[in-house]
């Protein structure tokens, strides 16, 4: 018996592998690697890759057991090895767990029908290991995870806010660079915001908070499903991990007003966080001349022109950026795209 | 031979064996095998013999095994140690 391995890029390709997946209860999403494994002219399993995440393992019911998901796997790991991606993320039903185990992935977390793994032994744990070393004693600590896309006078009073709640505030910034505003623009932002505060510590994001990377939205078919369980592994990591290696016991979030994902987001948050002893609580969002102050709107003035009228919503560190050769970089950017929410 | 970077070579095909190297603290081995019963001991003794010949002492390795045999094994592990220890941007 020859398994033959096979890139599936043609139409006809791609339709075997969406129903192969449709069959097992699962919903093919378009990526950027995808791999099958053909037996006699008919695909028997496939696997998809994308950024640095595996994903949409599946394999024909009568053909489980052969070794077939261990070929897949394996092939997609060598891809990404050729490619310089060495850390490695999984997202796959319970039924795989073990697969992926023998072909050393530890599993980072168990949440309803998906499992999490990574391919680094101590991956999550070490990065506990270096928060830990952050840890600040009180009674109540607090936390914020913020896009800051970019940093507005909102951000800066959902600060405050949680400070005056609070005896110390981390704060993490979202990681992922899909934002218009860079990672490392967002981040300097920040800590220039809170540069005179005592009580607050800055930190890198990570692939564990908030990564859009390892969005898994093919587990789900209508939209608003779809952000649920990313929402639900997002905030499950942060309860077992994360605010127990800085003994966060609480979180803070802004009302949110326009955003559907945020909101279902949010709600999640309230659902999950508490089970690890964190307790969320929402802040209402201010309002500047009847207006909310959100990143989503700054980014819109802009977009329209009105870099000036943006102003009245942004702190000096964001003003100043706006009118350096990045910002003025990034405003072009702002100008030439379309309206994201994020 | 120190670890640079993670590797991995080989397949699981019968008869052959998929390893992966990455960077560790002594030599830590986690086997896999259709004859881990049978034949467990000996591979490890192989990957292990392999590692010494080639003076690497801090690795983790991954292997499943699909019933390679020695020389396949021993094969298997020069690539991957070499790719893992080559200096430059090689993957």
Redesign the interface.
Known sequence: MYYEKVLLNTKKQLVEYQNLLEAAGLKYEEKKYKLGVYLNKELVGGISFEENCILQLVVREEFKGK?IS??LI?EV??YA????I?HLFVYTKPDNEKQFN???FHTIIKVDNVVFLENK?NGIVDYCKELESKKVAGEKIGSLVMNLNPITLGHKYLIDKALERCDHVHIFVVKENKSVFEYEDRYRLLKEVVKDYEDVTVHNGSEYIISTATFPTYFIKSEECISDAYAKLDTNIFGKYISKALNINYRYVGTEPYCKTTNVYNKNLKEELPKYGVVVEEISRIEIESNTISASKVRELIKKGEVEESYKFLPNATKEFLKTEKGKATIKKIEGSGIRRH | MEILRPSIVGSVESNDILIQIEKGNGIKINLESSVKKQYGEDIEKVIIDTLKELNVKNAQITATDKGALDFTIVARMKTVIKRATKKGDVA
């Open positions: 070794g261990n070929i394996s790991i060598k090895f050729t490619i310089n060495f023998d072909l050393g032994r």
